[in-house]
Nanobody, 126 residues
Framework: QVQLVESGGGLVQAGGSLRLSCAAS????????MGWFRQAPGKEREFVAA????????YYADSVKGRFTISRDNAKNTVYLQMNSLKPEDTAVYYC???????????????????WGQGTQVTVSS
């Protein structure tokens, strides 16, 4: 079992930056691939970014590529999402997720993740 707690959300103006954190507890964090998803009001939860357990492989949704960076610190059991050049359409509740996967594996589908955090709100004003 893995418990995930997100933090770092808030209100920011368009063009600004935020860094989200997701602290994990429970089983060995480093053996899990981690992902970030987001859900805007009235929309489906969508994939944002993912990283393999080693952090050596990352993958991004086209909508955030070049603006967001996912990273992890296995010593701190934490995964981060650095969000730059934020746009109003980035407004959503952001969730981190975890699942077991191979060394260089990452996952992009919501159904592939076994554990989820409670979410943190990000609001970007125009």
């Amino acid at each position: 079992q893995v418990q995930l707690v997100e933090s770092g959300g808030g209100l920011v103006q368009a063009g600004g930056s935020l860094r989200l954190s997701c602290a994990a507890s429970g089983r060995t964090f480093s053996s899990y691939t981690m992902g970030w998803f987001r859900q805007a009001p009235g929309k489906e939860r969508e994939f944002v970014a993912a990283t393999s357990w080693s952090g050596s492989r990352t993958y991004y949704a086209d909508s955030v590529k070049g603006r967001f960076t996912i990273s992890r610190d296995n010593a701190k059991n934490t995964v981060y999402l650095q969000m730059n050049s934020l746009k109003p359409e980035d407004t959503a509740v952001y969730y981190c997720a975890a699942t077991q996967c191979g060394t260089y594996c990452y996952r992009t589908l919501r159904s592939e993740y076994a554990y989820w955090g409670q979410g943190t709100q990000v609001t970007v004003s125009s």
